[in-house]
């Protein structure tokens, strides 16, 4: 090897013994982010420089596992529980030992983005469990489905906390707004407490509350319109799939002219008409914790009263429905020598129908009468014994 060379091998060492120092450092500072599987930033780790829409998927495949990180040469990172960057989401600015008592969570992280941050707003968040535990959702804006793909919370929320500035939140019972609404102006560990109940929330409005433009009649469980409270908007024949049955104790009209509530389901028992708000039903005739189903405008006046005599031997069962709605029908037992009353909207063609009940065997006549228009009783008599048994109609004046 001549000098020339040798001075050329020199030169190339020297080069490299600059250059390599100033790559390795170079390299060792590229942005990145570092998932550990133990706190203290211990176990296996997984290096991030850029996105991964699914920390568990190709090419990482490092698992559900993440329970402290460490951010070199980012200025944040946002994590979120499901796979492409959906589901909760919290961001980080330094390093974090343990995400134990952090809102993601231990052994939860999913997917991950370097040098961002969470959408930022007020927001609420849902727990499937109550007391503020078990699974959790956190959410902005409006919802109108929890069932999205998105979300995957439909029906589960048994306990609600209104999160980042959140004044309001309006819980609807069905998707796109509907059903049975519920306003909560601060958090709630127990969704039983309120009129919507657990494991019923399917959409939902932040920092808003249930829109008083439905027409319809707020039923209050406290006087002067305090305590849990439902909107109902049509007629109901049943106030206990909403939990309210015979819990009313104040009322209000919302943009309906009156109603007609009964102090037993399927619009039976004793009727009364509100036409305006009433701050306490203690001193009213059906009494206070007394309704059971609604009529939305109607009154008491205006319904034609039917009353089932029962001047057989044993115990008949009968049923009816009107003829618009012949698939709904409502049905009750009645001994013998009892009578029973219901109501009925007047002018409304029925179907009604008496069967004689022995053991497991059924006598069958059916009764079919147009109500007319009046106050006046329409009594319908059951006579006869098994198997054989008529039935009578009269109107009386």
């Known amino acids: 090897m001549n000098c020339s ?5 020199v030169m190339i060492l020297l080069c490299l013994s600059i250059i390599l120092p100033f790559l390795a450092q170079n390299v060792s500072a590229q942005a990145k982010v570092i998932l550990y599987e133990k706190e203290n930033y211990g176990g296996k780790s997984l290096i991030l420089t850029s996105d991964a829409a699914d920390v568990n998927g190709t090419p990482h495949f490092f698992g559900k596992v993440t329970s402290s990180i460490k951010l070199e040469g980012v200025s944040s990172v946002a994590v979120y529980d499901r796979t492409n960057y959906q589901g909760n989401c919290q961001a980080f600015t330094s390093n974090i030992a343990s995400l134990k008592n952090t809102f993601i969570g231990n052994d939860a992280i999913l997917s991950i983005k370097l040098n961002a941050s969470c959408e930022t707003g007020p927001s609420v968040i849902l727990y499937e469990k109550k007391n503020f535990d078990g699974n959790k959702l956190k959410v902005s804006g409006n ?8 979300y995957k919370f439909d029906d589960d929320a048994d306990s609600v906390q209104l999160s980042d500035g959140a004044a309001s939140a309006a819980l609807y019972e069905q998707a796109n707004y509907g059903g049975s609404c519920v306003t909560l102006t601060s958090d709630i560990s127990d969704l039983d407490k309120t009129s919507i109940g657990r494991n019923k929330v399917s959409s939902l409005k932040v920092n808003q509350q249930c829109s008083t433009e439905t027409p319809g009649v707020y039923l209050f469980e406290d006087n002067n319109y305090e305590g849990k409270s439902i909107l ?6 049943s106030l206990k799939a909403s939990s309210f049955n015979d819990k009313t104790s104040s009322l209000k009209l919302n943009k309906i002219q009156s109603i007609a509530a009964f102090e037993n389901e399927n619009w039976e028992g004793k009727c ?11 001193d009213s005739a059906i009494g206070n914790d007394k309704i059971s189903s609604i009529k ?5 006046e205006n319904l034609v009263t039917l009353t089932i005599k029962n001047h057989s031997a044993t115990v008949i069962q009968y049923s009816w429905a009107y003829y618009n709605d012949a698939f709904n029908f409502h049905e009750k037992k009645l001994a013998g020598g009892q009578s029973d009353k219901i109501f009925l909207d007047a002018g409304k063609e029925l179907y009604f129908y008496v069967y004689m009940i022995d053991l497991d065997m059924e006598g069958k006549v059916k009764c079919r009468y147009e109500p007319l228009v009046s106050n006046n009783d329409i009594i319908i008599t059951a006579k006869g014994v098994w198997p054989n048994v008529t039935c009578d109609l009269k109107q009386v004046y």
Do not use: H, M
């Open 296 to 300: 939305i405008n109607s009154e008491c």
């Open 5 to 9: 060379q040798v001075r050329k091998n």
């Open 143 to 150: 919802i109108p489905s929890l069932q999205a793909d998105k």
């Open 232 to 237: 109902v908007t049509g007629n109901t024949a």
């Open 272 to 282: 009364e008409t509100f036409k305006s708000d009433t701050p306490s039903l203690k």
